[in-house]
């Protein structure tokens, strides 16, 4: 019997999820209904579920406290209204993200993951090989921001993803520089809400305040002993890495 864990603040959410998870599969048992961190940490401390469905904003914080604060070992499925906290989901034991309102498709399609990770490891697909593939199915399931919406005095236009060759945040604005040169601004998103749109295989950021796109990148140069100057095609200035970010760029661009 699968042994499960709620942790969800929004009693329709919870009788949802319980109603998907009898339909799916009736020798389960819900361990607990929980809406708080306060009250996850603790019941975890003393209790190991098979399986959690997490919320992820709750009523006294983040969800992320509770797994910050409590070592498990379980896989969780995330069910939040927030589509910005994906790439803290997978960081962890995530297995699912679940954007609410989901159906019950959806709902199955992160079951299945769940029970893939149940089944006996043979010689040749073993837990690491099947966690590889649902993390490559997470991220095929993942749909990127393609366009901006880029307003001026002239009206509305779109700029494509795949024509910015990097972003600049500046004085609290930030601007996209696009492949014929051209600077844009970008009114109504941050830097880090950009970067949460975007592919971390296609977009890295290489500064607190630069956000770069991979096949843009020309050549590296050294520019001083932790740092990389980066060219871009078609741009004369370089951008440099941050002595923080140059190891982790590194091994991105060599992807």
């Known amino acids: 019997m699968t042994k499960i864990l709620l942790i969800e603040d929004e009693i329709p959410a919870r009788k949802k999820l319980k109603r998907y998870i009898e339909a799916l599969n009736p020798t389960t048992e819900i361990m607990a209904e929980l809406d708080t961190v306060e009250a996850a940490v603790a019941f975890l ?67 299945e993951k769940y ?11 073993n837990v690491i090989t099947r966690l590889a593939k649902l993390m490559q199915e997470n991220l095929q ?22 024509n910015i060759q990097f972003f600049i945040a500046s004085e609290g604005v930030v601007f996209a520089y696009d492949n014929q040169g051209k600077k844009h601004v970008l009114t109504e998103s941050t830097l880090k809400e950009i970067e949460e749109q ?15 796109h991979k096949p843009f990148i020309e050549k590296l140069e050294r520019y001083n002993k932790n740092t990389l100057a980066i060219k871009l095609k078609g741009y004369s200035n370089h951008l440099i890495t941050s002595q923080s970010t140059t190891a ?7 992807k």
């Open 45 to 111: 401390k003393i209790n190991q579920p098979d399986l959690i469905f997490s919320d992820i904003e709750l009523l006294d914080g983040n969800a992320f406290e509770i797994y910050q604060q409590v070592a498990i070992s379980c896989p969780i499925i995330f069910t939040t209204a927030y589509d910005q906290f994906w790439m803290d989901a997978f960081e962890g034991n995530g297995i699912a993200y679940l954007l609410k309102p989901f159906s019950q498709d959806r709902f199955q399609k992160a079951w």
């Open 115 to 125: 029970i893939l990770l149940q089944k006996p490891a043979s010689e040749e697909v």
């Open 248 to 254: 982790a760029f590194r091994e991105w661009v060599e």
């Open 141 to 162: 399931e993942r749909k990127y921001k393609k366009r901006f919406v880029i307003h001026s005095n002239h009206g509305i236009s779109f700029l494509e993803t795949a």
């Open 198 to 212: 975007l592919d971390p295989m296609a977009f890295f950021r290489i500064n607190r305040s630069e956000l770069v």
